[in-house]
């Protein structure tokens, strides 16, 4: 079984899949060196050919830097997908439903996040983390880091809203993207978070 969690920066998805992989079993799927995330993504294109180019081809004309999108969100997404696959139960903590917050640069339509997710290679069960931008926001204020913190201020402003705009479009329509999903309020207490979890996977 394959779990990807999902949720803004702040909601929690390294602490849940931390949680899982020492209380329930689970793998918490990381890559191994430069090496084996290249071996994956051979394995990812033999066996997903338009899945692997679509992805990528997406990054490129919706997104700018370059190169941090394709080795962060594409590579190392399809590489833990891949090894993922080879497991009894694993856990992803940032996968390729992530890319919707994480890949855009501009808030989108339903329509076009869409047909990039189409392209995703679907998870047994999609785990959301809810939480609202703001808050999490604070959440991640009050730990002293924020993502991509070294691209600047301004770069930062503007990448908040546009990701809480992507998020609140991908929540009203996730019944459309043709995944198995639960939603959890993240505000709860770990535990609660995690018998919730357990309950919505059914293991």
């Known amino acids: 079984m394959i779990i990807e969690l999902f949720g803004l920066p702040g909601a929690g998805k390294t602490t849940l899949a931390r949680e899982l992989a020492q209380n329930y079993g689970f793998v918490a799927v990381k890559v191994s060196g430069f090496g084996e995330l290249i071996i994956l993504n051979f394995i990812f294109l033999f066996e997903n050919p338009i899945k692997f180019i679509a992805g990528l081809y997406f990054i490129l004309t919706n997104s700018k830097n370059f190169y941090y999108k394709v080795m962060n969100c594409f590579f190392q997404h399809n590489a833990k997908f891949q090894k993922a696959k080879r497991m009894e139960n694993a856990v992803i903590d940032q996968g390729h439903f992530q890319n919707l917050l994480s890949v855009l640069e501009n808030a989108v339509s339903f329509g ?70 639960s939603i959890i309020d993240a505000f709860k207490t770990p535990s609660e978070i995690l018998t919730e979890t357990m309950n919505a996977i059914k293991i």
């Open 112 to 181: 076009k996040m869409e047909k990039y997710a189409g392209f995703f290679p679907k998870p047994d069960k999609l785990i959301v983390l809810n939480v609202e931008p703001d808050l999490a926001q604070a959440r991640l204020s009050q730990r002293g880091w924020t993502p991509r913190q070294s691209l600047g201020k301004q770069y930062l402003t503007q990448w908040s809203l546009v990701i809480g705009q992507n998020y609140r479009t991908f929540l009203d329509n996730i019944d459309k993207f043709d995944v198995a999903y």
